[in-house]
């Protein structure tokens, strides 16, 4: 039996590119640039499994093609909000992510990008590398101190608690957190926080707040001008989840308008743009969508959707199947 035809839309970690090409008639988006809406759209047309990651928009439009080939997309992510599923399911198509391998280190980007807002580390290293430092002295570059702040998380699943987590037992800060479902009060214990009932119960009490909620329609602008208004005077903002769960202009006036005290950003609305009003603001500090960007979880989350192409086209059901 001829092997499955499969397209992968970018590179990936070589280990995993060589088992995709044992495994399957692979083909690999040698450019590696992000594929536009029409080469997507004739790849569900010719290829049995397409393996799109967040850099690829799915649209309906993509479907809409007279004979779909495609009966599965094994998302390189976890995050699919750049696919439009409903459509995928109406054709059929099996749809796939990678949960739970990028955990770690996703947190450890909120934390990094809290720590240095809180601390004012790209300011230094900026300020440094210019040979603008002029030594040590008492009123140099000050921050704002974390251990025994509060930090607010909005959306309490795998990534939110680990960075609750973090926090909590690692930095000692006390932790909130708002999410859309009851959270067993001894579950949010072993994590070093609890629930409050509401995104603006969170808000009004958190020196940072830290966003981990799926991006999509449903929390898009979550995060708006008037939501930022009611943060506490003076607090930051991390993103780590999506860049449209932020309204990226009300975020740009808040900071200039001093509402909110700075930001840590690792996503942006339409990326790779990132708006020029706020590289222009040192109370910023800005990550090129890192979350999951180690040798490790990259080559894992390769692995998980190998195990998921591989189990559906064995008829087994696929482990990470969201559609
Ligand atoms: C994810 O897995 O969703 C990361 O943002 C990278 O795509």
């Known amino acids: ?18 088992i995709l090409s044992e495994r399957f008639d692979a083909t690999f988006n040698l450019d590696d640039a992000a594929m536009s809406v029409e080469a997507l759209s004739n790849a569900i047309g010719n290829y049995d499994a397409v393996l799109p990651t967040v850099s690829d928009k799915l649209p309906a439009s993509v479907f809409d093609v007279a004979m779909a080939r495609a009966r599965i997309l094994g998302n ?16 059929g198509i099996v749809v796939t992510n990678t949960p739970g391998v990028l ?19 790209g300011e230094g290293e900026r300020q440094l590398r210019a040979g603008e430092w002029g030594g040590w002295c008492p009123t140099h570059m000050i921050g704002t101190k974390v251990t025994g702040k509060t930090v607010g998380i909005i959306g309490f699943g795998r990534i939110g608690k680990a960075f609750a987590q973090r926090c909590h037992f690692g930095f000692g800060m006390e932790v909130v957190f708002y999410n859309r479902s009851p959270v067993d009060p001894a579950e949010a214990a072993r994590y070093g926080t609890r629930q409050l009932p509401t995104v603006e119960d969170v808000l009004a009490r958190s020196d940072f707040v830290s966003l981990h909620c799926p991006g999509g329609a449903e929390n898009r602008h979550l995060m708006n001008a008037a939501r930022l208004a009611a943060m506490k005077p003076g607090a930051f903002l991390i993103n780590t989840a999506r860049g449209d769960v932020v309204d990226e202009a009300a975020l740009t006036n808040a900071l200039k308008n001093g509402v909110i005290r700075g930001a840590g950003l690792d996503v942006y609305e339409a990326e790779p743009h990132v708006p020029d009003a706020l590289k222009a603001m040192s109370n910023v500090v800005l990550l090129p969508h890192l979350g999951s960007a180690t040798e490790e979880t990259r080559t894992a989350m390769g692995m998980k959707v190998v195990d998921n192409i591989t189990a559906f086209f064995e008829g087994r059901s696929p482990p990470d199947r969201v559609a």
Do not use: Q
């Not at 970690?13 to 060589?18: G, I, N, Q």
């Not at 390189?76 to 054709?91: L, M, S």
């Open 1 to 18: 039996m001829s092997k499955p035809r499969i397209l992968v839309t970018r590179r990936w970690p070589s280990a995993v590119e060589r």
């Open 76 to 91: 390189f992510g976890v995050g699919y909000n750049h696919i439009d599923i409903n459509a995928a399911k109406d054709r």
């Open 103 to 121: 955990t770690d280190c996703t947190a450890d980007i909120a934390m990094l990008l809290l720590l240095t807002v809180a601390r004012r580390g």
